[in-house]
């Protein structure tokens, strides 16, 4: 069972910015790639970016100009910095942890979600 815990939503205007955080549980391993997901209201899940304990980083083109992500190791903490909001970008955010980066694309592979962090873009 996946155990992470995900903050830093919230109501923000088109345009602003806003910083999500993911904290993987004491009890895990520091897991070897973290993701962030997204949800939006009548819409599946979606990926959003992956980070290895490497280093290596990956976008979903929809955001790959505006988002970043970034990850303390030590903490096992996730982060995303989101620029430059849209009213498209209003979803849960949700993050989780694999072993492969390739295995990561697909939301449908995790079966255990954390309880996500609402973010709303006003227009």
């Known amino acids: 069972q996946v155990q992470v815990l995900e903050s830093g939503g919230g109501l923000v205007q088109a345009g602003g910015s806003l910083t999500l955080s993911c904290t993987v549980s004491?009890?895990?391993?520091?897991?070897?790639?973290m993701a962030w997901y997204r949800q939006a209201p009548g819409k599946q899940r979606e990926y959003v970016a992956a980070?290895?304990?490497?280093?290596?980083?990956d976008y979903a083109d929809s955001v790959s100009d505006r988002f970043t992500i970034s990850r303390n190791n030590p903490n096992k903490m996730m982060f995303l910095q989101m620029n430059s909001l849209k009213p498209e970008d209003t979803a849960v955010y949700y993050c989780?942890?694999?072993?492969?980066?390739?295995?990561?694309?697909?939301?449908?592979?995790?079966?255990?979600w954390g309880q996500g962090t609402q973010v709303t873009v006003s227009s």
């Open positions: 004491e009890t895990a391993a520091n897991p070897q790639v």
């Open positions: 989780n942890i694999g072993p492969k980066l390739a295995n990561m694309y697909n939301p449908g592979r995790f079966s255990s």
């Open positions: 980070i290895t304990r490497g280093g290596t980083i």
